[in-house]
């Protein structure tokens, strides 16, 4: 058989299984039957990304089998074969959607089968960043376990997200191989049709940050194959099936690598051949034009931010620094040039040895840093990065800042020889790395013993937190003369522009006006430029001169008027990242604010993922508005329509979270003590009239402001 003649017998199989399983459930639930995929707005989003068509119960299923029929019809087959791959993806997601009907969990650990919308918008911001710079799907059996896991250890060193199907997840089993998303190796499912979770995730980006229509069938190809940088790695044997997936990968410009050197011919730039599995990272980032950034860091463990999720379980601790137990703390300094000697890496205290297992130790580590252009501002931006820094490391977890860090060093990492000083080599080449345009000298001193980090935490970091503090307290939009644009996420949302102010954050949460600033200064032709705010049009929507000429340039004539504080008048666009999204409440006049990780529906009646789905892509929704966690309790939060007053529902977890600097705001200006006390949540009310028999016994203040619409 010629290659496509088995692409085209491998579609058929898949459209016969199709039909006899779409017809089985028929005959058991009844046409009528509701079928979705969990936490997603896009229903079967395959079949919604190149139809148009949202497929809500089996009888729409049914006849959305003529689709799937066309695509294997004799005429499309010769005008573009590779179509007959996309209907055997298309085929492979009626098949998997079958398997989640009256919500069952057909997955269980270690696979994850369907990914939730908000993993896809999480991923946006890694993937601009090149921190995640491509993603692998590796199928099949590789020819010894020890071969198919250094596969995926090289990927996963370089950043990569691997998602994996079929027995290579059980040969990574028999390895103890740690895998899970926080490392990003993502096991789908046993079956080859799993395959179609990853291609879900691809189409659903072009959805949702590239604004792509629906039905676009076009528009989607061109969008995955310049945007989203996948590729395949299938073991041999192929099957007629796994070789018309395949095609599919190959419509959406993903190339496949192979093992397999007979039954297959090869094609240039889509299909390859290569007998050695060793070589196929080599040939994969090749072919698909992948760039890794490497920093050569002179530690005993790995280092790459496919760590940055790996969490150390108490009985793996070698050493906790644990800031809310005992003293800890870490602190960038700006020290004058001669005060700082290049690479100097101190250790003051005892190292690693000197402790028990599983101690609980005070830790110190301060980087001192000089150069002409540095700024004690930027000290805080870099800071902030120490959590991502170390969290990087191999065996190594981070979370919290300033003083209230925690580190813990597994006994793995312990035992592969990574002690303190370790610490100061990843800080020190990450800070002259990432900042090169700023840092000439960088100094790191890790400090363990106990009197001395008590000292300096009282007597320096306390102190210089205090100062930074009153300063960033002080910076508003007022009172600064220039906004800076962020463009980032342009690589996937190519009309989104961001406009940071100090007082609004970037939505993805990421980006504040300092590291827009410090941004700039690294990078002058890069992302964050600068928008002088001279020309003020109406300052109570923030409507200025500068800031529509920043939009209309850098969203190339997308755009034409952007305000800084309306959520109903021109307001700012999103592309897909954001942390929330706030929607309006018309029965209350107020609105709803939800963050990613709740998954529950709010009072509009909508979930997180189905109100991102109103807004994205780089395009100006009224109504409805992206943003970051920290903008919630800004006095610039929707001030054009009267502010944060008209925030009335939030999950119990953010409001928790966002409580102190909310009750704070409210109270300096609206007078309001404990708001967050009027603000229902999902313990209180899932649905509009529940919402307003609590709105309205606390008398909440939304209810007494003019209407939104
Ligand atoms: Fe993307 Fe805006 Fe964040 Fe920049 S600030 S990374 S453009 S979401
Ligand atoms: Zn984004």
Same mark, same amino acid.
């Given at each position: ?86 209907? &055997? ?73 691997? &998602? ?166 870490? %602190? ?22 000197? /402790? ?126 220039? /906004? ?22 970037? %939505? ?64 700012? &666009? ?136």
């Amino acid at each position: 058989m010629t290659l496509y003649e088995r692409i085209f017998a491998g579609s058929d199989a898949v459209y016969g299984l199709t039909e006899g399983a779409v017809n089985d459930a028929i005959a058991k639930h009844g046409a009528d039957k509701a079928i979705s995929f969990p936490e997603t707005a896009y229903c079967l989003p395959c079949y919604y990304a190149v139809t148009g068509q949202k497929i809500k119960t089996l009888g729409e299923l049914k006849d959305g089998l003529a689709t799937l029929k066309s695509l294997n019809s004799a005429e499309t087959r010769e005008a573009n074969p590779l179509l007959s791959g996309v209907a &055997t993806a298309l085929g492979a997601e009626f098949l998997e959607a079958l398997k989640y009907i009256d919500g069952a969990t057909p997955y269980a650990e270690p696979y994850y089968g369907h990914l939730a919308d908000a993993i896809i918008r999480e991923l946006g911001v890694p993937l601009v960043t090149g921190d995640i710079p491509g993603v692998a799907v590796i199928i099949g059996e590789a020819p010894t376990a020890e071969e198919g896991v250094a596969l995926i250890k090289s990927y996963q060193a370089q950043g990569i997200l691997v &998602t994996l199907v079929g027995k290579i997840i059980e040969q990574a089993q028999s390895l103890n191989y740690n895998m899970g998303y926080g490392v990003r190796v993502v096991p789908l499912g046993p079956d080859i049709t799993s395959v179609i979770h990853v291609v879900s995730v691809a189409l659903r980006a072009a959805l949702i940050f590239g604004n792509v229509t629906p039905g676009d069938a076009a528009g989607l190809m061109k969008y995955t194959a310049e945007r989203v940088p996948a590729f395949v790695n299938a073991f041999k044997p192929i099957d007629d099936v796994t070789l018309s997936a395949g095609a599919g990968a190959i419509a959406l410009g993903f190339p496949v690598i192979s093992n397999e050197t007979e039954n297959i011919t090869e094609v240039p730039k889509a299909l390859l051949s290569q007998p050695d599995v060793s070589k196929f990272n080599q040939l994969s980032l090749e072919t698909r034009e992948i760039k890794i950034k490497i920093t050569n860091i002179d530690i005993p463990v790995a280092y790459a931010s496919a760590f940055e999720g790996e969490i150390i379980r108490r009985g793996d601790m070698k050493v906790e620094a644990d800031g809310s137990r005992v003293d800890c703390f870490e %602190l960038v300094q700006m020290k004058s040039l001669d005060e700082v000697e290049d690479h100097k890496i101190e250790v003051i205290g005892n190292d690693f040895d000197a /402790f028990e297992d599983g101690a609980k130790i005070e830790m110190a580590i301060i980087a001192e840093v000089a150069g002409k252009s540095m700024q004690s501002d930027f000290e805080s931006v870099m800071e902030r990065k120490f959590h991502s820094f170390i969290n990087c490391i191999e065996g190594v977890m981070h979370t919290g800042q300033r003083d209230m860090i925690r580190i813990r060093v597994s006994q793995d990492a312990f035992k592969a020889g990574f002690r303190a000083k370790h610490f100061g080599e990843v800080i020190y080449a990450k800070l002259k790395s990432e900042y090169e345009a700023v840092v000439d000298k960088c100094q790191v001193k890790i400090i363990t013993d106990p009197a001395k980090v008590t000292d300096l935490r009282k007597n320096l970091a306390i102190p210089t937190f205090d100062h930074r503090d009153e300063r960033l307290g002080s910076m508003t939009d007022e009172s600064v003369s220039e /906004f800076y644009t962020c463009i980032l996420c342009q690589a996937f949302s190519p009309s989104h522009v961001c406009i940071i102010t100090p007082e609004r954050l970037g %939505l993805c949460g990421a980006v504040s006006w300092l590291d827009a600033k410090a941004t700039n200064e690294l990078d002058p032709n890069g992302p964050c430029q600068v928008v002088k705010k001279e020309h003020v049009i109406d300052e109570a929507v923030g409507r200025y001169e500068e800031v529509d000429e920043a939009v209309h340039k850098y969203s190339q004539g997308a755009l034409e008027h952007v305000t800084l504080y309306s959520i109903m008048e021109d307001p700012m &666009t999103s592309c897909g990242c954001f942390e929330c999204i706030c929607g309006i409440e018309p029965m209350s006049n107020g609105v709803v604010i939800v963050n990613r990780e709740h998954t529950g529906i709010t009072p509009i009646g909508m979930t997180f993922s189905e109100l991102a789905s109103m807004t994205g892509g780089g395009v100006q929704t009224p109504g409805f508005m992206g943003h970051g966690k920290h903008f919630i309790a800004s006095k610039k939060f929707m001030k054009a329509e009267g502010g944060f007053e008209r925030i009335v529902w939030l999950p119990k977890a953010l409001k928790e979270q966002i409580a102190d600097k909310l009750n704070a705001a409210a109270k300096e200006v609206y007078g309001i003590d404990n708001f967050t006390d009027m603000i229902a949540d999902e313990t209180i009310a899932e649905d509009a009239e529940a919402l307003m028999n609590f709105l309205t016994e606390k008398n909440h203040p939304a209810l007494k402001l003019s209407p939104l619409m």
